[in-house]
């Protein structure tokens, strides 16, 4: 025997092997795709659904992040409406107004907030100010959070603010 004798069963096989593979693969826009044939399932290799169960997987994520950015600029909205009604309750405070009149400051600041839920605190008392002394405003109120989107963080966080201005 010789040598060609050899190599002619595996080059055979080979030949067997790409021919069976030439069978089995289905072109698709010049493309390759493999059939794998088991059983009574056909499995072909394509990508006609990868967008979609990339897109639902990344779509949850999505949503978590922007209603988080929409709660968090609510949160800070408010943060800074209680923060600018503590300012001027503090400055009409420092000019004279009594306890009712710089409630009523603080209230007409917020408007969009509910005015029931507005703790506000002015130390020290009405007849107590005297001129050339400080005066301080505190202003809190309660925002509820949405739980189904941050089930880890309290319910409702307390949001503070607090303005000291010298008494005139």
């Not at 107590?128 to 941050?150: C, H, K, M, Q, W």
Request: with cysteine; net charge neutral; proline share 6%.
């Amino acid at each position: 025997m010789g040598e060609s004798d050899c190599n002619r069963p595996a080059f055979a096989r080979i030949v067997r092997a790409k021919q069976t593979f030439d069978s089995l693969c289905v072109r698709h826009h010049g493309r390759c795709s493999l059939v794998v044939r088991n059983g009574f399932h056909t499995l072909i290799r394509s990508e006609k659904g990868q967008a979609l169960v990339e897109f639902a997987l990344v779509i949850p994520l999505f949503l978590l992040l922007l209603f988080g950015v929409f709660d968090f600029g609510r949160i800070m909205w408010n943060e800074l409406t209680i923060s600018a009604a503590s300012r001027d309750a503090a400055r009409y405070a420092s000019l004279g107004a009594t306890d009712t009149q710089i409630d009523a400051v603080v209230v007409s600041d917020c408007p969009f907030l509910i005015p029931s839920q507005l703790a506000i605190s002015v130390s020290p008392a009405s007849g107590e100010r005297i001129p050339g002394n400080p005066v301080t405003v505190t202003v809190s109120y309660p925002v509820a959070i949405d739980p189904f989107l941050f089930t880890f963080l309290p319910a409702k966080i307390n949001l503070t603010a607090q303005t000291t201005m010298r008494m005139e």
